[in-house]
């Protein structure tokens, strides 16, 4: 099981950059395939960001480009790079988890874990 806590979130400008972390205080953090989702007040979560256990990376098409995925197993951290941030960026993003998950699907019903998220927000 993986015990999930984001980080890093804040008040930035546009064009400024964040980076995130999720980290896990469980001990199989390795076996976990992990995704960042977004959610705007009133909508439902929507993907971001995502790194398989082996190190393939998925991101939403809204992404391109601005965002880089990573994680440092050894850490028990995956990381959110966030580039050129936009007004629109601005949400309440979340950390998930999933055991041995290698496929193409990166919707919230794929995740079984949840962190309880952290706020970004990008002013003007």
């Known amino acids: 099981q993986v015990y999930l806590v984001e980080s890093g979130g804040g008040l930035v400008q546009t064009g400024d950059s964040l980076r995130l972390s999720c980290t896990d205080s469980?001990?199989?953090?390795?076996?976990?395939?992990l995704g960042w989702f977004r959610q705007f007040p009133g909508k439902e979560r929507e993907f971001v960001a995502g790194?398989?256990?082996?190190?393939?990376?998925y991101y939403g098409d809204f992404v391109k480009g601005r965002f880089f995925v990573s994680r440092d197993d050894a850490k028990n951290t995956m990381y959110l790079q966030m580039d050129s941030l936009q007004q629109w960026d601005s949400a309440t993003y979340y950390c998930?988890?999933?055991?041995?998950?290698?496929?193409?699907?990166?919707?919230?019903?794929?995740?079984?874990?949840w962190g309880q998220g952290t706020q970004v927000t990008v002013s003007s």
């Open positions: 469980g001990s199989a953090f390795s076996s976990y395939s």
């Open positions: 998930a988890g999933v055991a041995y998950y290698d496929g193409t699907y990166w919707r919230e019903g794929t995740f079984d874990y």
């Open positions: 790194i398989t256990y082996n190190g393939k990376r």
